[in-house]
């Protein structure tokens, strides 16, 4: 019983959903077996219903077991729970709403009633804010319903083929734009992702061509799709931030979310490359983005992702007591399994930038994580913070222990190993160095220069190291 698909989803309701839904059961055109009523109030208030001979007894405590006919039971009730489920969600959806009663009432010939519905999904898309994705598919429903009315009511006379044309046009070309952003984000994760763009040629040409850039919402993709294509040429996202910080109230919570994260992951290109003053832009949109309500998960949780690459940003651009006072925000709405670990490297990774290894090096011993690249990387802050203290020891020992876990751990991509391997190298060369002998620093400024793949970063650090002796 545990597993069952029932029990997920009443673990998932919230306290008011589960007072609506309690009402809902109560209806007669939503429920009429007392029985699932009382299962929901047994699987509310159990928070580990057992299986299924004890629920059974719980409900029918004078009849002996029946496993056909419980099953039977939660089965209406999950029925009844997934009406209920769409009904809220179809609630929320004003417009589509309004176009799902209009189509009843063509369908049924009740003209008048069609018109006041047709008329009120009209006045409310038209007071809407929005021009995102949903926006221009709602604007297309709406003008395909009122063709349908109007070829039915008066088929020869003037009917709005073309309005529907071009909002289809409109609808089409925003989501187009919108997927092809998803596939250029999802290949930038996994090389091995392969996708076809289809007609995407012909769009992009007729958006540069004509008038659709006018439309924020299609400019929006456009200019995310150009940017990431296109990433030497900074004025794609310039004009993609300069929507962002005019023009969000086109978008809706989700989809603006959608477009911050795109810009940020395009600034995180740009700084793997070798160029670190997109940090600062990185890092507004990150500070925006969390002052507007947009970057959170939901209203309780923030993923462990966002909140390490939101503190590096600011780490990156000295916004030291910004990143200190986001970890204490924020820290308690990440995951519980995952809050100590990610707070704790998060912390290291703050103090080490300040300049207090000592603090940094506390955390960093005692690290664990169930990310292999996190590990990676908090290895690679102690490597560096041994080196700075001198603590040469430790920093032999801690070498050899990174290269025996790069060669374990299977999670870490070819890609990602071959970057710490490189920088053990230069590491042991840097321990090892004879900072005296000219011959000796040139022939390693040499390596560090000439050593790929390598991350930005570090081949700054190793180059400041040796510049300390010129």
């Given at each position: 019983?545990?597993?069952?698909?029932?029990?997920?989803?009443?673990?998932?309701?919230?306290?008011?959903?589960?007072?609506?839904?309690?009402?809902?059961?109560?209806?007669?055109?939503?429920?009429?077996?007392?029985?699932?009523?009382?299962?929901f109030?047994?699987?509310?208030?159990?928070?580990?219903?057992?299986?299924?001979?004890?629920?059974?007894?719980?409900?029918?405590?004078?009849?002996?077991?029946?496993?056909?006919?419980?099953?039977?039971?939660?089965?209406?009730l999950?029925?009844?729970?997934?009406?209920?489920?769409?009904?809220?969600?179809?609630?929320?959806?004003?417009?589509?709403?309004?176009?799902?009663?209009?189509?009843?009432?063509?369908?049924?010939?009740?003209?008048?009633?069609?018109?006041?519905?047709?008329?009120?999904?009209?006045?409310?898309?038209?007071?809407?804010?929005?021009?995102?994705?949903?926006?221009?598919?709602?604007?297309?429903?709406?003008?395909l319903?009122?063709?349908?009315?109007?070829?039915?009511?008066?088929?020869?006379?003037?009917?709005?083929?073309?309005?529907?044309?071009?909002?289809?046009d409109?609808?089409?070309?925003?989501?187009?734009?919108?997927?092809?952003?998803?596939?250029?984000a999802?290949q930038?994760?996994?090389?091995?992702?392969?996708?076809?763009?289809?007609?995407?040629?012909?769009?992009?040409?007729?958006?540069?061509?004509?008038?659709?850039?006018?439309?924020?919402?299609?400019?929006?993709?456009?200019?995310?799709?150009?940017?990431?294509?296109?990433?030497?040429?900074?004025?794609?996202?310039?004009?993609?931030?300069?929507?962002?910080?005019?023009?969000?109230i086109?978008?809706?919570?989700?989809?603006?979310?959608?477009?911050?994260?795109?810009?940020?992951n395009?600034?995180?290109?740009?700084?793997?490359?070798?160029?670190?003053?997109?940090?600062?832009?990185?890092?507004?949109?990150?500070?925006?983005?969390?002052?507007?309500?947009?970057?959170?998960?939901?209203?309780?949780?923030?993923?462990?992702?966002?909140?390490?690459?939101?503190?590096?940003?600011?780490?990156?651009?000295?916004?030291?007591?910004?990143?200190?006072?986001?970890?204490?925000?924020f820290?308690?709405?990440?995951?519980?399994?995952?809050?100590?670990?990610?707070?704790?490297?998060?912390?290291?990774?703050?103090?080490?930038?300040?300049?207090d290894?000592?603090?940094?090096?506390?955390?960093?011993?005692?690290?664990?994580?169930?990310?292999?690249?996190?590990?990676?990387?908090?290895?690679?802050?102690?490597?560096?913070?041994?080196?700075?203290?001198?603590?040469?020891?430790?920093?032999?020992?801690?070498?050899?222990?990174?290269?025996?876990?790069?060669?374990?751990?299977?999670?870490?991509?070819?890609?990602?190993?071959?970057?710490?391997?490189?920088?053990?190298?230069?590491?042991?060369?840097?321990?090892?160095?004879?900072?005296?002998?000219?011959?000796?620093?040139?022939?390693?400024?040499?390596?560090?220069?000439?050593?790929?793949?390598?991350?930005?970063?570090?081949?700054?650090?190793?180059?400041?190291?040796?510049?300390?002796?010129?």
């Amino acid at each position: 019983m545990q597993k069952s698909v029932l029990i997920e989803v009443v673990r998932a309701l919230t306290p008011k959903e589960i007072r609506e839904i309690n009402k809902w059961l109560a209806s007669p055109a939503h429920n009429h077996r007392q029985d699932a009523i009382k299962l929901f109030e047994y699987l509310v208030k159990t928070e580990n219903p057992g299986e299924k001979e004890i629920v059974w007894k719980a409900i029918f405590p004078k009849q002996p077991f029946d496993d056909a006919f419980l099953r039977q039971v939660m089965y209406f009730l999950f029925k009844a729970l997934e009406d209920y489920l769409a009904f809220k969600e179809f609630k929320k959806e004003t417009v589509r709403n309004q176009l799902t009663l209009a189509g009843i009432y063509r369908k049924r010939h009740l003209n008048k009633p069609f018109r006041q519905t047709i008329e009120s999904a009209k006045r409310t898309l038209d007071n809407s804010p929005l021009r995102d994705t949903d926006h221009y598919l709602d604007g297309y429903m709406l003008e395909l319903e009122l063709y349908a009315y109007q070829a039915e009511t008066n088929p020869v006379g003037e009917l709005p083929i073309q309005t529907v044309s071009d909002n289809l046009d409109k609808m089409f070309v925003a989501n187009k734009l919108r997927i092809a952003c998803w596939m250029l984000a999802h290949q930038s994760i996994n090389k091995k992702a392969r996708y076809e763009m289809g007609m995407l040629d012909e769009i992009l040409h007729t958006v540069e061509k004509g008038p659709m850039l006018e439309d924020v919402g299609v400019a929006a993709y456009f200019y995310v799709y150009k940017a990431l294509t296109k990433r030497e040429d900074t004025s794609y996202f310039e004009k993609l931030t300069a929507i962002l910080n005019k023009d969000s109230i086109h978008f809706s919570v989700a989809e603006l979310k959608e477009l911050y994260r795109l810009a940020i992951n395009y600034c995180t290109s740009r700084i793997n490359m070798g160029q670190e003053l997109f940090f600062r832009k990185q890092f507004e949109l990150y500070r925006s983005g969390y002052e507007h309500g947009i970057l959170l998960e939901d209203e309780d949780t923030i993923s462990r992702y966002l909140f390490t690459g939101s503190v590096y940003s600011a780490i990156k651009t000295q916004n030291f007591d910004w990143a200190e006072g986001f970890i204490d925000k924020f820290s308690g709405r990440l995951e519980e399994k995952h809050r100590h670990s990610t707070v704790q490297f998060n912390l290291s990774r703050l103090y080490y930038e300040r300049g207090d290894y000592h603090k940094a090096q506390t955390l960093l011993r005692g690290f664990e994580y169930d990310d292999m690249l996190l590990n990676a990387v908090a290895k690679t802050m102690l490597l560096k913070i041994y080196y700075t203290l001198g603590e040469y020891d430790p920093l032999e020992s801690l070498i050899e222990a990174f290269r025996s876990f790069l060669q374990r751990k299977e999670a870490l991509s070819p890609a990602h190993k071959a970057i710490f391997k490189n920088t053990i190298q230069l590491m042991k060369k840097l321990l090892h160095l004879n900072p005296y002998s000219k011959t000796q620093v040139e022939k390693f400024r040499a390596a560090v220069h000439e050593t790929n793949p390598m991350q930005e970063q570090e081949r700054a650090w190793f180059l400041q190291q040796i510049d300390k002796y010129k």
